[in-house]
């Protein structure tokens, strides 16, 4: 069980997968694959206290262990409306369903879910369900830091209206490439958004996804005006930030 600590801590589990300790000390899993996912660390694995759940889209890399984790540790799960409705038929309690454009209070944080450019499929058996649209979430701690995970997508112009409405001080975006943004693709996302902090994910968890860090820090020499702090963590890795 978390304690308050005045700290927001994030710990990146590989892949899309992050937890995120608020000021508080509510902790929150984002795109639940933790057991199955080849980054995350041995000793990370077990999740065994969540206060909230917010899933983007339900590609197996991003739900694979939700249905698992929420049954054992019952958060509020966030998801768009047919994501949670598979969920609850797998016995998940708690689902709080939402869509674009939608803002929702949950455990003392404000939760507002944006678009993302990608598409969404819940492997169920041998078939694949509708499970809505991909999404992005802005989430506000209670301090007034504010982060935005854009989940999977391409860039879209309309990022730009994501850093004028939510004016988030962190963007966690996908750099891989073949699915999502390549690193030249976030970049631009980061002038869009004018963020300060860009945190990647999504990339090295397997061959085909080639984008790098380092790649994108070249790219956002390329892109005029902008110098945002690229936040690089290793799988297991914390950042911590105080006030």
């Not at 991003?62 to 509020?76: C, E, K, S």
């Not at 992005?136 to 850093?163: C, P, Q």
Request: charged fraction near 15%; include cysteine; charge should be negative.
């Amino acid at each position: 069980m978390s304690t308050a600590s005045g700290q927001l801590s994030i710990t990146w589990l590989g892949h899309s997968t992050v937890k995120i300790t608020s000021p508080s000390g509510k902790i929150l899993l984002i795109d639940p694959w933790v057991m199955n996912n080849p980054k995350t660390p041995d000793d990370q694995k077990t999740i065994d206290h969540l206060d909230l759940m917010l899933i983007t889209h339900g590609h197996y890399d991003h739900i694979g262990d939700g249905v698992q984790i929420a049954r054992a540790t019952t958060p509020q799960v966030v998801a768009n409306f047919e994501t949670c409705h598979w969920l609850q038929g797998k016995g998940v309690q708690n689902a709080n369903p939402m869509n674009k454009g939608g803002m929702q209070q949950i455990a003392g944080l404000s939760i507002a879910m944006t678009h993302a450019d990608h598409s969404c499929g819940i492997v169920d058996g041998d078939q694949i369900i509708y499970g809505g649209e991909a999404a992005g979430y802005v989430v506000r701690f209670e301090n007034g830091f504010t982060l935005y995970h854009a989940g999977d997508t391409a860039l879209f112009s309309d990022m730009r209206l994501i850093g004028e409405l939510y004016k988030p001080d962190l963007a966690m975006l996908p750099i891989g490439d073949l699915f999502t943004m390549d690193p030249r693709q976030a970049a631009l996302a980061c002038a869009f958004l004018g963020v300060k902090r860009v945190m990647p994910l999504h990339y090295g968890t397997f061959p085909a996804l080639t984008g790098t860090p380092a790649a994108l820090r070249e790219a956002l020499r390329n892109v005029p005006g902008v110098e945002p702090e690229l936040i690089e963590l290793q799988p297991g890795q914390t950042l911590e930030r105080r006030g």
